[in-house]
């Protein structure tokens, strides 16, 4: 089964955040949009493509093409996000996530952990492998604030070919003094680097996995963002093996130490192998400079589509078909 | 993967309709209290189990006690209640169902099987049976209605042992003439009868019904509301073998026609052996005079619970436990 895990957090309005916040209008409607694409094709909350301001497509995309493919199940869990999307989804009934600077960022988070567990131990029981994708703007900036909270010491990715590094720094001496914490000050308490610093996407997840069976493989589909939620789980005393799928853009990325972290947190990785180098479309040849890179599960979703027998290559080809598809559209 | 869509209907608000009618601000809180006490062991939405006016308790805890002994996974799916269930589920995003002797039952129905479509194809992919069960107050009524409009002739059941048959046919009376029909005159269109007569639950049913692959056997989990979406299946030319388990009691039930009618639907009939006739407590030896007799899958829950290794007689037992514990407690 693949999970895929939509959320809000205020944090994504932060001017500088999120390439989203460019058009803070658009916002609301990226992550209920990516759930209606995977499930339905395109958007219906909105009727529009989620694009950054350059153009360049949610990578939904690639995940839609991985499913098209490979045909694996996919449920949406709705935690947090400003908007529901139009497609069935499962509610935590939570808010958006606030902004750290100012205040407590994920309230009751206890009762959406339990949720989260109860329905990781509900699809852990009739799936043998899960896997967990996220769809939140901002999401790069709260994996930073927990990373640092729970002492790693490596910078996050970013959806863009320049990382705003300084501003993710920034947010981080603001959260901190808030809370009066040094960078490893929570790493004895993960819940309230959650309660405190997060976003209802990491408490879903991390009680997700929590709740899923010893039979059931867990597979974290996202870069920086899924770090994060590992090292929660870690810090938690979660001692399973634990498998972060990304892409080959995440790993590649100068300014995030992907590698690095990943060997603190004790996490095998898997690298997807995109290659889009030869697509005619900017819009795709991009990810090779460092736009977008990730996101939606885009990396887990091809690792998905690897065990069900549909390579790589058939799933960069039907993401091009489908883009080609999207624009001639408009 | 078995499956309980809750659900509401103003029908249930007509005097003298449902067994919760008596305690009208009740209403509201019975279908999300039963999703609570199925993954959580008790409400959370309100602080009490639902009980019907004499006490008799919701038989969600004969379907609990199935899983508890049995293990197997639950999802909730909220097609129209009034009020949301603590624990998490799947939401359709729907208004309860409205009095078809007044208004349009159901608005939107093509959208709402649209996603339920969806939802049966995704779960499908993953489970090889799904037992879908239901919970709401009044729907035999609408159930009543569906049958006559499709043309079948019989009587369905009800929660006490007295059912308001005459209240029942002059709803269909009323309702009948509101849309200008005669017994049967729906019989070639089963999405408007669900429209103007039915509720969200039988859209909800139906649409997950036909979503689901050839390789999936589904189960439906109730008495004549059960049936009802059936007909509905039938009526729409959905040729496959349908199973529809109920209990025993259902079966018995001398103001209803559940064998002929299921002869008439052709669907095949599994009957749960249940027997609390040497229960000590009134609360559930009532069953056997017609108190309560099904409701939210118990008969479909002995069933999976079978299939699982576990027999009908466990399940009375942890019967009995839970409602042994649930006594004491208060």
Redesign the interface.
């Given at each position: 089964?693949f999970v895929l895990v939509i959320s809000g957090s205020d944090v994504s309005k932060i001017p500088g955040v999120s390439i989203a916040g460019l058009n803070p209008e658009v916002i609301p409607y990226t992550a209920p949009a990516d759930a209606d694409l995977l499930?339905?094709g395109k958007p219906h909350v909105i009727d529009a493509i989620p694009v950054d301001p350059q153009g360049h497509p949610t990578p939904a995309i690639i995940t839609h093409a991985a499913c098209c493919e490979a045909?694996?199940?996919?449920?949406i869990v709705?935690s947090g996000t400003y908007l529901?999307p139009?497609?069935?989804?499962?509610?935590?009934?939570v808010e958006p996530g606030q902004d750290p600077q100012t205040n407590q960022a994920v309230s009751k988070v206890e009762l959406l952990v339990e949720?989260?567990k109860?329905?990781g131990?509900?699809?852990g029981?009739?799936?043998k492998k899960i896997v967990i994708a996220e769809s939140l703007p901002g999401g790069t900036t709260t994996a930073y604030l927990i990373l640092k909270a729970l002492g790693y010491n490596g910078m996050v990715s970013s959806a863009s070919p320049v990382n705003p590094v300084k501003l993710k720094e920034q947010i981080w001496e603001n959260s901190a003094q808030r809370i009066g914490i040094k960078p490893g000050g929570l790493s004895g308490d993960p819940m309230k680097a959650i309660r405190e610093l997060g976003d209802p996407m990491q408490a879903t997840v991390f009680g997700m996995v929590t709740g899923v069976l010893e039979e059931t493989d867990i597979i974290l589909a996202g870069g920086t963002q899924m770090l994060a939620v590992a090292a929660l789980l870690r810090h938690a005393g979660y001692n399973k093996p634990l498998l972060v799928a990304t892409t080959t853009y995440v790993i590649r990325d100068k300014f995030a130490h992907f590698l690095d972290l990943a060997r603190q947190i004790s996490v095998e990785i898997y690298s997807a192998p995109l290659d889009f180098s030869q697509s005619p479309y900017p819009g795709l040849s991009d990810y090779e400079k460092g736009y977008v890179k990730e996101g939606v599960g885009a990396g887990g979703a091809i690792w998905y589509a690897e065990q069900l027998g549909v390579t790589p290559d058939r799933v960069i080809r039907k993401t091009e078909q489908l883009y080609h598809a999207m624009i001639k559209k408009n």
């Amino acid at each position: 089964m693949f999970v895929l895990v939509i959320s809000g957090s205020d944090v994504s309005k932060i001017p500088g955040v999120s390439i989203a916040g460019l058009n803070p209008e658009v916002i609301p409607y990226t992550a209920p949009a990516d759930a209606d694409l995977l499930l339905w094709g395109k958007p219906h909350v909105i009727d529009a493509i989620p694009v950054d301001p350059q153009g360049h497509p949610t990578p939904a995309i690639i995940t839609h093409a991985a499913c098209c493919e490979a045909g694996f199940p996919i449920l949406i869990v709705r935690s947090g996000t400003y908007l529901p999307p139009v497609v069935p989804y499962i509610e935590m009934n939570v808010e958006p996530g606030q902004d750290p600077q100012t205040n407590q960022a994920v309230s009751k988070v206890e009762l959406l952990v339990e949720k989260s567990k109860s329905l990781g131990q509900i699809l852990g029981k009739s799936s043998k492998k899960i896997v967990i994708a996220e769809s939140l703007p901002g999401g790069t900036t709260t994996a930073y604030l927990i990373l640092k909270a729970l002492g790693y010491n490596g910078m996050v990715s970013s959806a863009s070919p320049v990382n705003p590094v300084k501003l993710k720094e920034q947010i981080w001496e603001n959260s901190a003094q808030r809370i009066g914490i040094k960078p490893g000050g929570l790493s004895g308490d993960p819940m309230k680097a959650i309660r405190e610093l997060g976003d209802p996407m990491q408490a879903t997840v991390f009680g997700m996995v929590t709740g899923v069976l010893e039979e059931t493989d867990i597979i974290l589909a996202g870069g920086t963002q899924m770090l994060a939620v590992a090292a929660l789980l870690r810090h938690a005393g979660y001692n399973k093996p634990l498998l972060v799928a990304t892409t080959t853009y995440v790993i590649r990325d100068k300014f995030a130490h992907f590698l690095d972290l990943a060997r603190q947190i004790s996490v095998e990785i898997y690298s997807a192998p995109l290659d889009f180098s030869q697509s005619p479309y900017p819009g795709l040849s991009d990810y090779e400079k460092g736009y977008v890179k990730e996101g939606v599960g885009a990396g887990g979703a091809i690792w998905y589509a690897e065990q069900l027998g549909v390579t790589p290559d058939r799933v960069i080809r039907k993401t091009e078909q489908l883009y080609h598809a999207m624009i001639k559209k408009n």
